[in-house]
């Protein structure tokens, strides 16, 4: 039934990626992406730290319902991601610790919600990477809609399953299953650089030329 379905993840990043992922930011990612592709703002780090990479295993549910995140953690393999698209609403708490320890059992790879979470003092005491939009006291239902592995979009951000899942202090995306070497290359070129280019900052040898011939080319009137 559409609307109220559990399907199987047909296809995954390779878990290799996920190694090769692991010290790139996610800015730069971003940048390599043309800055076109973001899971919104709103979503935040819970946890106390430290990046989060794997393939995507989504859930759509009904907003302050989550009778399919629990199944969705049920059936995701070590290493997966369970990025959930709750609405964004704040209104119920999607997950909490209990979820989050079930997830830590079972050695999956991170939570994301677009929704609220709850005991977010317990969450941010641990490792385990969860991203939110907000936090409430006010527990969820248990009585459905919802589907998982179907495609979902997350403020403008769509993730298939399989897709790999990025995320960091700054905040996640995802990287579409059929691009993820193109931009893993793309990115390691630009995460070079910007390491270079900070050495030259540090030693005073950063190049600021390019400011005043921006400007120069733009037209803008400089009175000195």
């Known amino acids: 039934m559409i609307g109220f379905r559990v399907c199987p993840v047909r296809r995954r ?24 592709t973001a899971g ?12 989060m990479i794997g393939p995507a ?9 989550n009778l399919m995140v629990h199944k969705a953690l049920d059936i995701a393999e070590p290493g997966d991601v369970v990025v959930v698209d709750a609405g964004g609403d704040l209104t119920n708490a999607i997950i909490g610790e209990l979820m989050v ?9 991170g939570i994301v919600i677009h929704g609220a979470i709850r005991d977010s003092a317990e969450i941010a005491d641990g490792d385990f990477p969860v991203f939110a939009a907000g ?15 179907v495609p979902i979009a997350i403020g403008g951000m769509v993730i298939e399953p399989g897709d790999l899942v990025c995320g960091d202090a ?12 193109e931009v893993h290359a793309a990115a390691t070129r630009k995460h070079e650089a910007e390491t270079r280019q900070m050495e030259s900052i540090k030693a005073g040898r950063n190049d600021r030329a390019w400011v005043d011939a921006a400007l120069q080319k733009l037209g803008c009137a400089i009175t000195t």
């Open 13 to 36: 990043v390779d878990a290799q990626w996920t190694g090769k992922f692991r010290d790139l930011p996610v800015a730069n990612l971003s940048d390599v992406m043309s800055r076109m």
């Open 170 to 181: 700054d905040g996640l995306l995802a990287v579409p299953f059929d691009r993820v070497a």
């Open 57 to 65: 295993v989504t859930v759509k549910t009904r907003p302050g319902d």
């Open 135 to 149: 936090v409430t006291h006010r527990g969820p239902y248990k009585d459905g809609p919802g589907e998982v592995n």
């Open 40 to 51: 919104g703002a709103s979503l935040r780090a819970m946890h106390a730290g430290g990046r």
């Open 101 to 109: 320890a079930h997830a830590i059992q079972r050695g999956l790879g």
